[in-house]
């Protein structure tokens, strides 16, 4: 599996970016996916997941009725929509793949928020 993280930017508090995972290599949809991020001089943390079929998602509880997290099987693709954004949520953002153990990584994405 081979996942390539995009989408990541400069936005100011308030704003909102969507982030983009393209995966390759073994069958997309027969698996889930997840979305970490880590914020400069901080442990790398959990942000949300999804089930293979997208029935079932998962969030930390800092991004609840923020974030959203969906995928496009027919494309391979994962996304995270991100709304509301803090300053807090400026980290690198990692897709990762399959749970519990997530053994593939994609490169990651910096999203900077500025207040």
């Known amino acids: 599996v081979q996942l390539q993280a995009s989408g990541g930017g400069l936005v100011q508090a308030g704003g909102s970016l969507r982030l983009s995972c393209a995966a390759s290599g073994r069958t997309f949809s027969s698996y889930g996916m997840g979305w970490f991020r880590q914020a400069p001089g901080k442990e790398r943390e959990f942000v949300a997941s999804i089930d293979l079929s997208g029935s079932n998602r998962y969030y930390t509880d800092s991004v609840k009725g923020r974030f959203t997290v969906s995928r496009d099987n027919a494309k391979k693709t994962l996304y995270l929509q991100m709304n509301s954004l803090k300053p807090e949520d400026t980290a690198v953002y990692y897709c990762?793949?399959?749970?519990?153990?997530?053994?593939?990584w994609g490169q990651g994405t910096l999203v900077t928020v500025s207040s």
């Open positions: 990762a793949a399959p749970p519990p153990g997530y053994d593939y």
